[in-house]
């Protein structure tokens, strides 16, 4: 089942503009991290964030976490055509054997025009 | 090697048919996943193996049997599959640990049942 709500669903933008998506949880999480994944294809992890940290940067992204609000946000930078992709934010939650739950959020498709 | 690789890369099968789909990595991950994933929405998990076992099945059907018969290889083996099944399976893997980790996805597979 989904963890939560990403917004916007789909967003286009010009080259050079920025992007902003967010996401937002119900439960409590040890971390979140936000993947991205081209039409069809696997996903690539992009950045994550541990439930003690604030903001989180990785070249032209940037990420914010607000555990009060339950909610997270992602922004690119500069964006690029190759930026076209859907992003996805996903709750992590640690279990003792070792392995982590993923739970997505909707994803927010983004498409960015030349 | 931080690849996942996932085998076949398309499938078409009939509901009395079984297949296999097959996922491998060498990364010296112990947890694996498996994930479905339909047109426009984000990844469900399906189950988790870590250290060879089993530890999560989210109450997936039977007609659905995962296997892991070493630390690299995941399999899972469709049986009397229905045409709602068809959908973009995903593989994953990641460290096990005390820590969190991202996971690393591979291409999929891109099932249909007829």
């Known amino acids: 089942s989904q963890q939560g709500e990403e917004d916007p669903q789909a967003l286009s933008i010009q080259e050079g503009e920025n992007a902003t998506m967010n996401c937002s949880y119900k439960?409590?999480?040890?971390?979140l991290q936000w993947y991205r994944q081209n039409s069809g294809r696997g996903l690539v992890h992009l950045i994550l964030?541990?439930?003690?940290?604030r903001e989180k940067h990785s070249g032209r992204l940037r990420v914010t976490l607000d555990t009060s609000k339950k909610s997270s946000s992602l922004l690119i930078t500069a964006s690029r055509a190759a930026d076209t992709a859907s992003y996805f934010c996903?709750?992590?939650?640690?279990?003792?054997?070792?392995?982590?739950?993923?739970?997505f959020g909707a994803g927010t498709r983004l498409a960015v025009h030349p | 090697d931080t690849e996942v690789t996932q085998t076949p890369k398309h499938l078409v099968m009939g509901m009395t048919n079984k297949k296999s789909l097959k996922c491998e990595q060498h990364?010296?991950?112990?947890?694996m996943y498996w994930y479905k994933q339909k047109a426009k929405k984000p990844p469900e998990l399906m189950f988790v193996?870590?250290?060879?076992?089993?530890?999560i099945n989210e109450s997936v059907p039977s007609r659905f049997s995962p296997e892991c018969p070493n630390s690299s290889l995941l399999n899972l083996h469709l049986h009397a599959l229905q045409p709602e099944d068809s959908a973009l399976y995903l593989c994953?893997?990641?460290?096990?640990?005390?820590?969190?980790?991202?996971?690393?996805f591979g291409p999929g597979t891109r099932l249909t049942v007829t």
């Open positions: 193996y870590s250290y060879e076992k089993l530890s």
């Open positions: 439960t409590s999480i040890n971390n």
């Open positions: 964030i541990r439930s003690n940290e």
């Open positions: 994953a893997s990641s460290p096990a640990g005390t820590e969190a980790y991202e996971q690393y």
């Open positions: 996903a709750t992590d939650v640690l279990f003792s054997g070792g392995y982590n739950k993923l739970i």
């Open positions: 990364m010296g991950h112990r947890a």
